[in-house]
């Protein structure tokens, strides 16, 4: 079955950086799109960036120019450059897996959230 497993996150100031991991097993590598989700506290999940096997990339208006998603695909993991971090940067970080796209999004089939997840990793900006 699809396991995703993030690490990477953790404490950090303003302006700084954090790259986090996604390693993936047991998929189709066929046409997957991959992605990185956030959720704050209190807040709704949103898309951060997103990347598909043929390597289309998209992101955030609000990480553009400063998150940078890849992928290594001899290591089946996935990747999130964060760099000039800042608070809103904050939440909980989530690998997300599907082999759909709408929007620039990953989905299932049906255009809805994506089917596989990881656990989280926790981002925290703050001085």
């Known amino acids: 079955q699809v396991q995703l497993a993030e690490s990477g996150g953790g404490s950090v100031q303003p302006g700084g950086s954090l790259t986090l991991s996604c390693a993936a097993s047991?998929?189709?590598?066929?046409?997957?799109?991959m992605a990185w989700f956030r959720q704050a506290f209190g807040k709704e999940r949103e898309g951060v960036a997103s990347?598909?096997?043929?390597?289309?990339?998209n992101y955030a208006d609000s990480v553009k120019g400063r998150f940078t998603i890849s992928r290594d695909n001899a290591k089946n993991t996935l990747y999130l450059q964060m760099n000039v971090l800042k608070p809103e940067d904050t939440g909980m970080y989530y690998c997300a897996l599907d082999h759909y796209m709408s929007g620039g999004w990953c989905t299932d089939a049906l255009g809805r959230s994506p089917n596989y997840w990881g656990q989280g990793t926790q981002v925290t900006v703050s001085s």
């Open positions: 047991g998929y189709d590598r066929r046409g997957v799109c």
């Open positions: 990347l598909t096997v043929e390597g289309y990339t």
